[in-house]
């Protein structure tokens, strides 16, 4: 079989990368990518455990001279966001991700690529087959349903591991070293319908042609929610129009770039007449973070039963009103402190569904502020609101021996100094922290864009980059 990646350096890392993306791993379809690991780690006759939840621990003995070093673990997720454009036939199910390089970057086709975090298993594959590295003893754990709550991480058992230091992979920008960053919670509205009697010509309003991205991270670069939009839209058309149905996003973690809605119409002419100036008012808004925003009718050539007037009325009270976006800033540092993503709007057996990705740096700001506002709109309206999934997030540590360790690395290899950050972003550091007693923990990763998105690419030099510091890193852990 023809390996799109053969050649490029190092050759182990860009072999196990391309091996794992030929197996399908999105959030909760893990089963195939946890046997691979398992299954590898015993026939390189590594010590491995794969517990209840999928997550896979593999551990790797001190190399001489490093036999009283901390013991370090090495951890990334093995699932990946699963996103495509529309029209692309691609089933994440059974499918290999199809690779493509480009110059100094490696894309899927159509598709998200998964090196979030499909490099960190990579990486960790290529140091526990590697021989002629120096480093402590090992822990790899590799954990399953990150992205869609941190299920996994958070089913992992602490008393596995004698780990003092955490070096997880997940990070992307090549420099800079994470030592924190927000929890989160999910919060669902489940709204049960009501039709009217009479069925009537179905149309379809579609809103696309929005770049999307991670829902953390890209947040403060604006970029349009189609679900919001939406509800926007169809509250300009609520004259005119009727629900059936409505549909957004994919993930609750990816700004969603495409809704649609059912609907009938009472007066075609003028919703054309109004999508058309919603088509001038977005493309202005939008004009800089999504240029080919597009709002479209289409006639789908079938009868359908509408719900009732006054849910329709409410169903978008709840759309446009639910927080969006960016709801806190630090005052001293450029770094987000609260959001919330309504990420996937979807109708199933009668009901529909708003669900939200919240997050915050600051606890409270989940717990006593905004889930208990999406409580109140939802008893407002008689709307049924499940607040659950909370997860910690990383406080940023005074002092951390590990960073000390890494910020010395990188500026004896690259004659600069690195940045230390916290993101808006969740990762496992926080719950794992919580389980090892003492555990000192960063986030390191290459240059990784446009995840969660079908854009998604990785530098390949950064790839390297990345690999070599982080075993020179563990070289120095003594």
Known sequence: MDRVLNGLRPEKVFYYFEEISR????????KQISDYLYNLAKGKGWEVIQDDALNVIIKKPATKGYENAPVVMLQGHMDMVCEKNEGIEHDFEKDPIKLRVIDDYIYATETTLGADNGIAVAYALAILDSDDLSHPALEVLITTDEE??????EKVDGSLFKS????????????????????GCKVVFKIPLEYQDTEKDGYKIIVKGLQGGHSGVDVKKERGNANKILGRVLYDLIDETDLVTIEGGSKTNAIPREASAVVTLENKEEVQKKIANWNNILQNEFSFTDPSVNVVLENINAKVKPIEKELYKKILVAINNIPSGILSSSTVIDLTISSNNLGVIQTENNTIYLHNNSRSSVESLLTHGLAPAMKQLGDALGFECEIGGFYPGWEYAKHSPLRDICLATYKEIYNEEAKVEAIHAG?????LMGKIEGLDAISLGPNTYDVHSPNEHVSIKSIENSYNLICEILKRIK
Not at 23 to 30: A, D, Q, T, V
Not at 427 to 431: D, K, Q, V
């Open 23 to 30: 197996i399908p791993r999105g959030s909760g379809n893990e």
């Open 148 to 153: 869609m709550g941190m299920t996994g991480a």
């Open 164 to 183: 003092k230091y955490l070096l997880n992979l997940d990070s992307e920008e090549e420099g800079i070293f994470t030592s924190g960053c927000a929890g």
């Open 427 to 431: 990762l496992e550091c926080g719950l």
